[in-house]
Nanobody, 122 residues
Framework: QVQLVESGGGLVQAGGSLRLSCAAS????????MNWFRQAPGKEREFVGG????????SYADSVKGRFTISRDNANNTVYLQMNSLKPGDTAVYYC???????????????WGKGTLVTVSS
């Protein structure tokens, strides 16, 4: 059974940092891309960024470029989202999702985690 489990969310002050993890299990993801999305209350789910398991190549939304970094640990089947210089506008539930490519459309994902809440206070 495929599972994506996010962790690392919490409450942080503006300007602070958090690192989210996404542990993947149940199949090989070597041919997949892991994408991060977020959804704030009352808003649509939006693309944050993604990484290819095989190459480590990444892509980011303009809103987080330069502040967020995605990395992966192939040995532990874990993807990370390092978030720096956090803003109140980054408050959302963060999800990891797997697809064949990095893609900004939520409907393109094959597997989803259940999400982890990040709250940034001003």
């Amino acid at each position: 059974q495929v599972q994506l489990v996010e962790s690392g969310g919490g409450l942080v002050q503006a300007g602070g940092s958090l690192r989210l993890s996404c542990a993947a299990s149940g199949r090989s993801f070597s041919n997949y891309a892991m994408n991060w999305f977020r959804q704030a209350p009352g808003k649509e789910r939006e693309f944050v960024g993604g990484i290819y398991w095989s190459s480590g190549s990444t892509s980011y939304a303009d809103s987080v470029k330069g502040r967020f970094t995605i990395s992966r640990d192939n040995a532990n089947n874990t993807v990370y989202l390092q978030m720096n210089s956090l803003k109140p506008g980054d408050t959302a539930v963060y999800y990891c999702a797997a697809a064949g490519v990095i893609v900004s459309v939520p409907g393109g994902m094959r597997f989803w985690g259940k999400g982890t809440l990040v709250t940034v206070s001003s």
